[in-house]
């Protein structure tokens, strides 16, 4: 069995990770803090067979590489088993000993302050970069996410590392794989520690999300000019969509009319899970998403 170390490890330097190639690790996730100039470091000084792996997109832990165990004390959910809560994402108040049940907020503004709150990582403009550090593997966190952001930026990213193996040397994004990135639901981005030490890598105005685009709904099937669709989110007749399809930018397309399982014609799709017809003149793969802009 392959053994892959994961970031919580805490790899930051050549020697523990020739130690770990010793006793039979064959992939190590960096730690999330390293610089690119301390990951060539360490790709300079450790066996060529040692796969180095490392984040590349997602939310990203404010304790050191997700050794945290703040979700274990406050809910019972252990982070160092896959099952975090993101308490650092929740909204805090002091409230003194002798004063139980008193809240003091804790203000950075009038809209108070996110303490914990750090930024979600994005390096999607910068593949290259860190292939060229010595990185052979890209890793996406996806903890607790959506079927649509997992499939929206996975597909984005295996796009981009398409382009970057076809031309490593003259690598440029296409302005519309980073526009995917931006069409999830996703906190503001920085590029982490890859370029030193952040000032700005923390969220202190919210700890919401932003959201521009949702699923509307998700092809089943595809015949007699019509897609046959599950509904998920509501949209109407004359509403135009976006078709998101593995290894293609998206392409819109206006509804013409929509029609429930019998056929009937609807002023609406309204209900999560309803079966839908969607008159369409060209057939799509089963699962192809499409998505509605708010």
């Not at 919401?208 to 709904?217: L, N, S």
């Not at 014609?265 to 499409?290: N, Y």
Request: with cysteine; aromatic share 10%.
């Amino acid at each position: 069995m392959a053994l892959h170390m994961s970031t919580q490890t805490g790899v930051v330097n050549h020697l523990t990770a020739c130690e770990l190639y010793r006793m039979g690790v064959s992939r190590v996730v960096l730690a999330r803090e390293l610089s690119l100039e301390e990951i060539r470091r360490i790709r300079r000084n450790t066996p060529p067979e040692l796969e180095l792996e490392a984040f590349v997109h997602g939310s990203m832990c404010m304790s050191f590489s997700g050794r945290c165990v703040l979700s274990n004390y406050l809910t019972g959910r252990d982070a160092n088993r896959g099952e975090c809560a993101q308490p650092c994402r929740w909204r805090y108040h002091l409230m003194e000993e002798k004063r139980p049940g008193e809240f003091f907020p804790v203000f950075e503004d009038e809209d108070g302050s996110y303490l914990l709150n750090a930024k979600d990582l994005c390096m999607i403009e910068y593949l290259d970069q860190l292939a060229d550090a010595g990185i052979g593997s890209f890793k996406i966190e996806g903890r607790a996410k959506s079927f649509y952001y997992v499939a929206t930026i996975t597909n984005a990213y295996r796009c981009a590392t398409q382009l970057l193996e076809e031309n490593p040397d003259g690598y440029r994004l296409p302005a519309w794989l980073l526009e995917e990135t931006r069409k999830v639901s996703h906190r503001p981005y920085c590029t982490g520690f890859y370029f030193g030490r952040p000032d700005d890598g923390q969220c202190y105005e919210s700890g919401g999300y932003i959201r521009t685009y949702d699923v509307a709904a998700v092809v089943e099937d595809c015949r007699d000019g019509n897609l046959f669709c599950t509904q998920r989110n509501r949209f109407f007749p004359g509403e135009t969509l976006e078709i998101l399809t593995p290894g293609q930018p998206p392409s819109p397309f206006v509804v013409q009319a929509i029609f429930d399982g019998d056929g009937q014609p609807l002023q609406a799709a309204r209900h999560a899970m309803q079966p839908l017809q969607i008159p369409f003149d060209r057939p799509l793969p089963q699962g192809t998403i499409l998505r509605r802009c708010q």
